[in-house]
């Protein structure tokens, strides 16, 4: 059995797709006060889940490992940490091409 197939797709999202499922997911980023996190939304047949995996924002690795962990409850997984690796080169490919990996401005 292979893992699920990661593509980047448009600009916003990555395609996680294995036979006839297909997951969408948005990567972006938040700040809220005084913290700053990466988020990840899912979308099914262009339907939103609801769902969002979030972890630090200096911490891509941490996301990427969550992600696979949401994956899998929808797609069968058989090398979490190849799935893993491929994941963390999509959301640091995004972040590089969206500058979201800036560090945010000092407070004044």
Request: charged share 20%; aromatic share 6%; glycine share 2%.
């Amino acid at each position: 059995m292979e893992n699920p197939i990661i593509s980047m797709a448009q600009a916003k999202f990555v395609v996680i797709s294995k036979h006839t499922r297909s997951l969408a997911m948005h990567v972006g980023n938040e700040s809220h006060a005084s913290f700053h996190m990466l988020v990840c939304r899912f979308l099914e047949n262009d339907q939103d889940l609801f769902a969002a995996v979030i972890a630090p924002r200096d911490n891509p690795h941490h996301l990427a490992q969550r992600v696979v962990s949401f994956i899998s409850a929808y797609l069968r997984v058989t090398d979490r940490a190849t799935l893993e690796q491929e994941m963390l080169r999509c959301i640091e490919s995004y972040l590089r091409q969206h500058a979201l990996n800036a560090p945010p401005s000092p407070a004044g």
